[in-house]
């Protein structure tokens, strides 16, 4: 059960306290998401009281402030970037959705943001970021040096390449520990905390996350997480994890859009960490008030709700952000569209990823704006003959996250884990997939050109890219669905699952 945190007690006199306040993944969540939780003004408001009640704060965002509803959609981070220094945070750290709409734009907005802005393993030395980043930033509270360090995620695979020209990755686990190692030895901080965009699990095989890059350290005290969208609540024996010399390392994240923030009590005589979080719900109302703020918003919250009430259709079930149900409903409805969109008659099956399925469907009405928060990316409809062989690695890949979004012609059974994942069975349209035939496969251009680490995909003959975003054809999708008279449906059993 979450700890409601918003009021900490100062400590004696004996020791001073900090309080890290951490917040990641709000993916534009500027209003409370469809369960109620979270919202800009509740995280303000909580943010502010802990302020009221603390004598020493710094407010940490770990990445991901941006992507997910028609704020980003429609305006581009205008609302979010502003909302930043507008809440005092004090540092900020990349999400790898900062740069969904190209390093350019998001260099312009971070250059008016006064927070420290880190990252020790991504070098902007060639890039329009040159001198608005710094990889470490260090604070003294109550005579303790405490240095704070930004570590990104590798973007290969994950972010688009035309997004981030002239960046270059370097190793973030290495990075990490050499930052830390610094910090301690040559600044002679007291204390060092990563602040981390890589997120709790490794973003794939061969790669690390927050738990394993703190079981290797020597150097590093405590970790502010984001990426994987893990809740990890007090008492999770996840936020506690042993260094490679036996010593405790706090670590935690508040899985997304921005529901909970973390509050890190840190004792700056002993470095013990208390680590709690607050519940942003509606007892948070009363103290949310703040007028000039509201004031600010209401043009974009107008447009938004304008988008949000235009009803296009009706859905007879509710279905979450990326489960089965929504993965199928996703897939087929593509299938049904594809032909007539690409002009190719006969295509053997459809793959998405269902990380782009940013919001819920409820039950009722479909509108507009959901639609367009539900499928925010500017991804372009495509269509692949690829070979057997290719198509059995990327359907592997997508096993090693646990299977991914495919149509109903598909059936797929693996075994397996990480690295040693397999493929058991493998059918489209009821046939064993040979590895020397070929299939013509209906996707995504993110996917096609190797993101989600789908490479093999994109080896065969790319025979249609499409020029619009595919929201804009999921939105006529429901349009076409309510002249039909049919309504939103899908299965609830998996295509693709574990033996």
Known sequence: MAVLVTCVAVPSMQAEHLIVIGANDTHSQVEPAS??????????????????????????????????????????????????????????????????????????????????????????????????????????????RIGFFGINVDPKGLISDDKYPGMIYLDNGEVAEATAKYLKEVQKVDFTIMVSHIGYYPEAVGQVGDSIIASRSHYIDMIVGAHTHTLLQPGDPRTQVKNADGKIITIGQNGKWGKYIATYDIDLDNFTVKYGQVKLDQSLDAKANYPAMAQWLAPYKFKVDSVMNNVLGTSVRAMGDGDIPSQNWLCDAVMEMMPGIS????????????????????????????????????????????????????????????????????????????????????????????????????SIDYLINGGDHMEALGKGAKLFADTVPYGNHMKDYIKMLTKQGRVVDASDVARMYKK
């Open 35 to 144: 369960d109620g939780l979270g919202g800009l003004f509740r995280r303000r408001a909580a943010m502010d009281e802990i302020r009221r009640n603390n004598k020493n704060v710094i407010a940490v965002h770990a990445g991901d402030a941006v992507q997910g509803t028609l704020y980003f959609s429609m305006f581009k981070g205008e609302v979010e970037y502003a909302s930043i220094d507008s809440l005092g945070y004090d540092i900020i750290v990349l999400g790898n959705h900062e740069f969904d709409n190209g390093i350019d734009e998001l260099a312009a907005h971070y250059k008016k943001i006064k927070a420290a802005k880190l990252s020790a393993n991504y070098d902007f030395s060639n890039t329009p970021l040159a001198g608005v980043m710094q990889p470490y930033y260090i604070k003294s509270v109550a005579g303790k």
């Open 343 to 442: 002009g190719i008659n006969k295509i053997d099956g459809v793959i998405m990823n269902k990380g782009g399925i940013r919001q819920p469907m409820p039950k009722g009405d479909v509108s507009e704006g959901l639609m367009g928060s539900m499928f925010p990316f500017d991804n372009r409809f495509m269509v692949v003959e690829v070979k057997g062989s290719d198509l059995l690695e990327a359907l592997r890949v997508m096993a090693t996250r646990g299977g991914d979004a495919v149509s109903k012609e598909f059936k797929v059974e693996f075994a397996g884990e990480g690295e040693n994942t397999r493929i058991v069975s493998a059918k489209l349209n009821g046939k064993k997939i040979s590895p020397n035939k070929t299939y013509k496969i209906g």
